[in-house]
């Protein structure tokens, strides 16, 4: 199956297994929305956060990956699932989802995931 949009792992620990990993496709509550922020974390993502927090929400943070390796970043997302949100994986802007055979695909996204898990512990 070809994937055609964002999968969102809420990553448990820091080692990261596939298959202990919780995909979300769905809200699975009556009279609940799901909020979703894309391409972060940015310059107001720790305002985002206290808001949040003050309002007691918990939405989606779908992170841009290809700065995991800068530590403001790695501490922002640490914040972000330290406070129970989730956190998304996207598609990078270099992938063409439609060139890329189901396993690389799949490759990326667990490469992806496995760089998340290493430092969210």
Same mark, same amino acid.
């Given at each position: 199956?070809?994937a055609?949009g964002?999968? +969102?792992?809420?990553?448990a620990?820091a !080692? $990261?297994?596939?298959?202990?990993?919780?995909?979300?496709?769905?809200? *699975? %509550? &009556?009279?609940?929305?799901?909020?979703?922020?894309?391409?972060g974390?940015a310059?107001?993502?720790?305002?985002?956060?206290?808001?949040? +927090?003050?309002?007691d929400?918990?939405? !989606? $943070?779908?992170?841009?990956?290809?700065?995991?390796?800068?530590?403001? *970043? %790695? &501490?922002?997302?640490?914040?972000?699932?330290?406070?129970?949100?989730?956190?998304?994986?996207r598609?990078?802007?270099?992938?063409?989802?439609?060139?890329?055979?189901?396993?690389?695909?799949?490759?990326?996204?667990?490469?992806?995931?496995?760089?998340?898990?290493?430092?969210?512990?």
């Open positions: 199956m070809r055609t964002l999968i +969102s792992l809420a990553l620990g !080692t $990261f297994n596939m298959a202990s990993a919780k995909i979300v496709t769905q809200c *699975v %509550q &009556s009279n609940v929305f799901a909020m979703t922020w894309d391409d974390p310059q107001y993502t720790k305002q985002l956060l206290d808001i949040l +927090s003050q309002k929400v918990k939405v !989606t $943070f779908h992170v841009v990956t290809r700065y995991l390796t800068d530590p403001n *970043v %790695q &501490s922002l997302i640490r914040q972000i699932a330290n406070a129970g949100h989730l956190i998304g994986l598609a990078e802007a270099s992938w063409n989802l439609l060139s890329m055979s189901d396993e690389q695909i799949t490759s990326g996204i667990v490469r992806q995931a496995g760089v998340l898990a290493r430092f969210i512990g």
